[in-house]
């Protein structure tokens, strides 16, 4: 979890493969849909743009859909997902039915001034159509009102690991790997 310009997509990947699971990707498998042209993405593209979220029921359908793969029997790392207190919901559904059970919630967490300076940056090397100011500006307070609360669920549960995003790439994927106690492959 983080806001947008957290890090996630990024981090997840080097945690993914240490773990040998997939990364799934809310974000990426909409994005895919949308460049792809299909019916999923077509109606996730209209929230997208404007910086708000997907539709649970859409989104709930496509994770449910993306965990029952084979690849994610032995485990998987949500990049994205769950966002909304129905989605966690959802997500505790269908791992009692795959038989999964969650490990850790890692929480990114950075300054909002760098979060924006991020964005904006990745706007000019990436080309993403919800990273303009407005929209990025939506997204974080969509983030604020609707994923924020989360956080408390998960650190009830005693699940959530909290690790500082700010600085480089690699020092953040150092201190995930620390708060989870393993050591990074070289
Ligand atoms: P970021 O976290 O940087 O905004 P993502 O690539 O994770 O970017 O997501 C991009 C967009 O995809 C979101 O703004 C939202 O519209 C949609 N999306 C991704 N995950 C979810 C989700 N779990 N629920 C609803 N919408 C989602």
Not at 8 to 16: D, E, Y
């Amino acid at each position: 979890m983080g806001p947008p310009g957290a890090g996630k997509g990024t981090q997840a990947r080097f945690v993914a493969d240490h773990f040998g699971v997939p990364a799934i990707s809310t974000g990426d498998i909409f994005r895919a849909n949308v460049s792809q042209g299909t019916p999923l993405g077509v109606e996730a593209k209209r929230y997208m743009d404007a910086g708000e979220y997907v539709p649970d029921e859409v989104t709930n359908r496509m994770v449910r859909d993306r965990i029952d793969e084979p690849d994610a029997e032995p485990g998987f790392l949500l990049d994205g997902y769950p966002r909304t207190l129905d989605q966690v919901g959802e997500l505790d559904g269908m791992i009692k039915h795959t038989g999964h059970a969650l490990d850790a919630a890692v929480v990114l967490t950075v300054d909002p001034e760098e979060l924006v300076q991020r964005l904006l940056q990745r706007a000019q090397t990436d080309g993403r159509a919800d990273d303009t100011e407005d929209v990025i500006r939506r997204r974080q307070e969509v983030y604020t009102e609707q994923t924020a609360p989360l956080i408390e669920v998960y650190r009830e549960r005693g699940i959530l690991v909290e690790v500082d995003g700010m600085g480089e790439v690699d020092e953040v994927t150092t201190r995930i790997f620390d708060a989870l106690d393993v050591i990074p492959e070289s």
